[in-house]
T-cell receptor, first 115, second 111 residues
């Protein structure tokens, strides 16, 4: 069965510092991978996605992620964070059990950017 | 462009009362539709998904139900709410490559 593990439930960081949010997945087949951001009391917003091709994917708000097949990882990075990046981030993998387009989500990582 | 709406935005209901949450999508046809719940301190739980009108699949047993009376309308219902039904309910529609696009959510508090 497929699963997604976000290794850190909370990540505190100072403004303008770099950040990496870790995501590992397990799957016996090829997958699509996604990162979402959720600001308080809002829905989830798609940050970026990996479907195929280049393993380095660039998304909105200056975020990028690198797909590493051998390590089954899809870590999210940003070289310099802002206060406004404070939010919860979810990693997700495509559920290939059927054709319904379902996603399997990690439990989320709360990023807290401090001045 | 596609837009997804949810209402109401917030709702406070007593235990045992009925529930109806509505989700509508604009700008796309025959989308896959999803209902999720986020409870405090927990991740996203998929409740229902639908691949077409009248086609509903349930992921977890509970006292909730879903219906899809029109192509771009998805409704979440309950006949009698429980305290454990409190949470943040999110509707989403599916794109062509498994990505999902979420609505703004409904905050439900059962008292």
């Amino acid at each position: 069965a497929q699963s997604v593990t976000q290794l850190d439930s909370q990540v505190p960081v100072f403004e303008e510092a770099p950040v990496e949010l870790r995501c590992n997945y397990s799957s016996s087949v090829s997958v699509y991978l996604f990162w979402y951001v959720q600001y308080p009391n809002q829905g989830l917003q798609l940050l970026l996605k990996y479907l195929s091709g280049s393993t380095l994917v660039k998304g909105i708000n200056g975020f990028e992620a690198e797909f590493n097949k051998s390590q089954t990882s899809f870590h999210l990075r940003k070289p310099s964070v802002h206060i406004s990046d404070t939010a919860e981030y979810f990693c997700a993998v495509s559920d290939l059990r059927g054709s319904q387009g379902n996603l399997i989500f990690g439990k989320g990582t709360k990023l807290s950017v401090k001045p | 462009s596609q837009t997804i709406h949810q209402w109401p935005a917030t709702l406070v209901q007593p235990v045992g009362s009925p529930l109806s949450l509505e989700c509508t999508v604009e700008g796309t046809s025959n989308p896959n539709l999803y209902w999720y719940r986020q409870a405090a301190g927990r991740g996203l739980q998929l409740l229902f998904y639908s691949v077409g009108i009248g086609q509903i699949s349930s992921e977890v047993p509970q006292n909730l139900s879903a219906s899809r009376p029109q192509d771009r309308q998805f409704i979440l219902s309950s006949k009698k709410l429980l305290l454990s039904d409190s949470g943040f309910y999110l509707c989403a529609w599916g794109g062509v490559a498994y990505e999902q696009y979420f609505g703004p959510g409904t905050r439900l508090t059962v008292t």
